[in-house]
């Protein structure tokens, strides 16, 4: 499951709305909504995620907070080591090659040291 279908399945749950009452009413079918809150759909389109919004009648920071959850969400993510260290391509293929194994506690310590404030995302590299 990805941080948006988990989102997206605790807002339904919250105001008791069935998949299949939610796919209907923003024009998906319960097959794709079901495949997205459980990370096996890729990134929602931005009408989507609008409709979603509308659905839940999601104001301000909660709509900026649904925005960001799509932003970390991408169940098959690339990562381009080109022009990196050799360590670094180390690291990211020893990632992708054992994320599966990891248990929510190293997930939990990998995502520490990643969202450390040193280690913010740099823009425009």
């Given at each position: 499951m990805t941080p948006l279908g988990a989102k997206l399945r605790d807002l339904r749950r919250q105001r008791g709305v069935t998949m299949k009452h939610m796919a209907d009413a923003i024009g998906v079918s319960p097959a794709?909504?079901?495949?997205?809150?459980?990370?096996?759909?890729?990134?929602?389109t931005f009408d989507l995620i609008q409709r979603f919004?509308?659905?839940?009648?999601?104001i301000w920071d909660d709509a900026d907070e649904l925005n960001r959850l799509v932003q970390i969400s991408n169940?098959?993510?690339?990562?381009?080591?080109?022009g990196l260290s050799p360590q670094a391509t180390e690291v990211a293929n020893l990632l992708?090659?054992?994320?599966s194994s990891l248990n929510s506690e190293e997930i939990t310590h990998i995502?520490?040291?990643l969202k450390a404030p040193a280690r913010k995302p740099r823009f425009g590299r």
């Open positions: 794709y909504l079901s495949a997205l809150e459980h990370g096996r759909r890729g990134t929602p919004i509308s659905y839940f009648n999601i169940p098959r993510v690339v990562v381009d080591t080109a992708a090659r054992t994320i995502a520490a040291i």
